[in-house]
């Protein structure tokens, strides 16, 4: 093969691999979703709770997933 040659094999390559990515990029966008609706219970880490308010999301939390908690008083 030519000099002449081998430079458009190699910018076809390139070609077609900036296509697939492209492609791939674009289609991977489509199939995740925009906004997850699987929280239970509204809870956020950013701000500080008092007692009454950590008791009402841990009730929330048990009435959400009764088969992993069950609230208890400790003394």
């Known amino acids: 093969m030519t000099r002449?040659?081998?430079?458009?094999?190699?910018?076809?390559?390139?070609?077609?691999?900036?296509?697939?990515?492209?492609?791939?990029l674009v289609m991977s966008q489509d199939w995740l979703p925009r906004k997850w609706n699987t929280r239970k219970v509204n809870l956020s880490f950013n701000k500080y709770y008092d007692w009454q308010e950590v008791e009402q999301v841990l009730r929330k939390l048990e009435k959400a997933f009764p088969k992993f908690l069950k609230l208890r008083s400790a003394g």
């Not at 070609?15 to 990515?21: E, F, R, Y």
């Open 4 to 24: 002449i040659q081998e430079r458009k094999w190699f910018k076809a390559g390139i070609l077609v691999l900036t296509v697939l990515i492209g492609t791939s």
